[in-house]
Each structure stands twice: as C-alpha cells, then as structure tokens.
C-alpha cells in the first residue's frame, strides 16, 4: 500500500518575518523556472517566474533569485502573513517548444501568528 | 471567470475498477495537461495535450491509463482496473498566452480529484 506518514520539508515562521524557500533544481538545460503556491485542498497556483538569462526577479512581497553555478532557486517572502502558509512547489522547464515542467517536491510553509 | 474545474472532488473505488475523471477547463485555453500528486509529494506530468496535435502521452505510467480530448474543450482521464498505488489527487491543468507579469503562458490548475483506491 501506499506509504503513510510522509513528511515534506518543512519551514516555521513568525508573521512579519521574511521567508527563504529554497530549492534544488536537476537540469543545467532549463531555461525557465517558476513557483507555485499550493493551499490545502487546492490546486497550486502561479506566483512568479523566471528565465534562465536572469539571477533575480520581483514581485509583489516575492523575489526570486537564480543561481545557475550551483543549480538552485530560492524564493523570498517578504513580511510573512498566515495567508501565505501552504506548500511552495518549484518547477522548472527544458524549453525546446514543448512546455511541460518538472516539479519538485515541495516545502511545507507555517506562519504563526 | 470560471477557473478550472473537475469532477468528481472524491472518488472512492474498489481495486480493480475502472474510474474516470474529468476536467473543464478555462475556455479558450488550447493547452491542457494532467498530473498526479501522491501524499507529500510533487506533481508527476502524466498527459499533456495542445490544440490539435497529437497528445503528450510520455508521463502515463502504464497502458491502464488514457486521456481524451474533446476539441478544445473538455477531457477525462480514465484509469482502468484500478490498483491501491493509482490513489492520488488527480490534477487538471490549463494554460493561456503569455501576458502581464509571466514570461511564458500560465499554467492554471483545476482543485483536484482526490482518489481512493481500496
């Protein structure tokens, strides 16, 4: 049977903290990348992305940073709120036309109040 | 608008069963894929399919496992006698044109089919 008890990484914040997601990405190939944010019980929803020619990006309380030497992506939270707790997935995408991106495993985010 | 939708929400099956899911996604959306998510894990891409070319078909785990399309419209995935390591959430998937704050077309994914496989 399926195994139980699984456990995803797992991050536990303070509200007003800022929050550092980080992930390891396998293909020197990829060209772009992207986060998504999964809330309990919901499908995961786009947060921000970006191209393998780029080291940071900003959104709105997000920033994305690239770093190709190493192969890793982190993404920063600014000023945590609960809302933001869920599960974080990176994904990342070969490119070549065909669109279809490896996920990975996903970190668990808490914001306590 | 209407995001993505699928249905049933929970399928509750007996081993060996065939189960179908299905999927409405956002209209106009010409691209459309189906992932598997197992408890504490990651999306795992099973079928992608793109406006009329042939499906993506290289993430089905097995021939027990099949997607339609019709058109630029709905799909349903159906999973053939059933096995307890098919229970997952079943995850439906649509994509628009690049636009606003994305560099490339945006995935927008349907809440799931959560199955159960006794």
């Known amino acids: 049977g399926e195994s139980v008890g699984l456990h995803l990484p797992t991050l536990s914040v303070q509200e007003g903290d800022n929050s550092i997601i980080n992930c390891a990405y396998s293909?020197?190939?990829?060209?772009?990348f992207i986060w998504y944010k999964q809330e309990s019980g919901k499908g995961p929803q786009f947060i921000i992305d970006?191209?393998?020619?780029?080291d940071k990006r900003q959104g709105q309380r997000v920033t994305v940073l690239l770093n190709k030497t190493v192969k890793h992506l982190s993404l920063q939270i600014a000023a945590t709120q609960p809302g933001d707790s869920a599960v974080y997935f990176c994904?990342?995408?070969?490119?070549?036309?065909?669109?279809?991106?490896?996920f990975g495993r996903g970190t668990s985010l808490i914001v306590h109040p | 608008g209407a995001g993505v939708s699928q249905s049933p929400s929970n399928k509750v099956t007996e081993k060996g069963k065939d189960v179908e899911l299905r999927c409405d996604p956002i209209?106009?959306?010409?691209?459309l894929y189906w992932y598997r998510q197992r408890l504490g894990q990651g999306l795992e891409f099973l079928i992608y399919?793109?406006?009329?070319?042939?499906?993506?078909k290289s993430g089905l785990p097995s021939d027990r496992f099949s997607a339609e399309r019709t058109g630029e419209s709905v799909s349903t995935l159906t999973i053939q006698r059933t096995q307890q390591e098919d229970s997952a959430v079943y995850l439906c998937?649509?994509?628009?044109?690049?636009?606003?704050?994305?560099?490339?077309?945006?995935?927008?994914f349907g809440p799931g089919t959560r199955l159960t496989v006794l």
């Open positions: 998937a649509s994509r628009e044109l690049a636009g606003g704050s994305s560099f490339v077309d945006t995935q927008y």
């Open positions: 293909n020197s190939a990829s060209d772009y």
């Open positions: 970006i191209r393998s020619n780029m």
């Open positions: 994904a990342e995408n070969i490119g070549g036309g065909s669109y279809i991106p490896t």
């Open positions: 209209s106009g959306h010409t691209a």
């Open positions: 399919f793109q406006g009329n070319s042939a499906p993506d």
